[in-house]
């Protein structure tokens, strides 16, 4: 399977845990992108990187969230101290720039549940 | 800010009806409209897209969905649908030079063979 791929699929963390999430994007994507997904709603922006430069983050990402794509391939999003509400499901994209340029293309999300 | 609004939350049809989903959106500029479609299990697919030209476009599957600048819409449409067609639909955009998407809260369509 050539498309994007996030790891762990389902994760169950204590409240004040940290967690850390991988996506490996579609190999010659150079665009990344975080969303957040809660139950009854659409996915929300959270971050977007082009290469390992993180050119957009929304305000939904508090400090205890920080994303990182250090050689401009896969990239992690660490949750520290994790609360109740950070109960939802993680998206990552890519795309790639200069064709189709707003295409994004999903992964299978990593499901947090936080007890 | 942008916003997409998503007039149907949960759509039941008969194989063969005809299909409409609402989405209007808000923002003054120009923009970029899509519909995503996640099949049960499935991951977010893009299932068609407007950036310029022709407001009427074709995506996969039949179906189609038409740009009215005038009403801010972007509704998504198919003349007759299957059960295949059972998923939940998103409407997004996004504009102004920015990588961000914002999506619609989604519709579910369950159609009953």
């Known amino acids: 399977d050539t498309g994007v791929s996030q790891n762990p699929r389902h994760k169950i963390t204590k409240r004040g845990q940290n967690v850390t999430f991988r996506c490996d994007p579609i190999s010659e994507h150079n665009r990344l992108y975080w969303y957040r997904q809660t139950l009854g709603q659409g996915p929300e922006f959270l971050t977007y990187f082009q290469n390992e430069a993180q050119l957009e983050k929304s305000r939904l990402l508090s400090d205890r969230f920080s994303a990182e794509r250090p050689k401009g391939s896969f990239s992690t999003l660490e949750i520290q101290r994790t609360e109740q509400g950070d109960s939802a499901m993680y998206l990552c994209?890519?795309?790639?720039?200069?064709?189709?340029?707003?295409?994004?293309?999903f992964g299978p999300g990593t499901r947090l549940t936080v007890t | 800010a942008q916003s997409v609004s998503q007039h149907n939350h949960h759509v039941i049809l008969s194989e063969a009806a005809s299909l409409e989903l609402g989405c209007n959106y808000s923002y003054g500029g120009t923009v970029n409209l899509f519909w995503y479609v996640q099949y049960p299990g499935q991951h977010l697919q893009l299932l068609l897209k407007?950036?310029?030209?022709?407001?009427l476009v074709k995506g996969i599957k039949g179906f189609e969905a038409e740009f009215i600048k005038s009403k801010f819409s972007f509704n998504l449409r198919k003349p007759s649908v299957q059960w295949s067609d059972t998923a939940e639909y998103f409407c997004a955009l996004n504009s102004g030079g920015y990588q961000k998407v914002t999506f619609g809260i989604g519709t579910k369509l369950q159609v009953i063979p």
């Open positions: 994209a890519s795309s790639l720039r200069g064709v189709e340029p707003y295409e994004q293309y």
């Open positions: 407007y950036f310029s030209g022709d407001p």
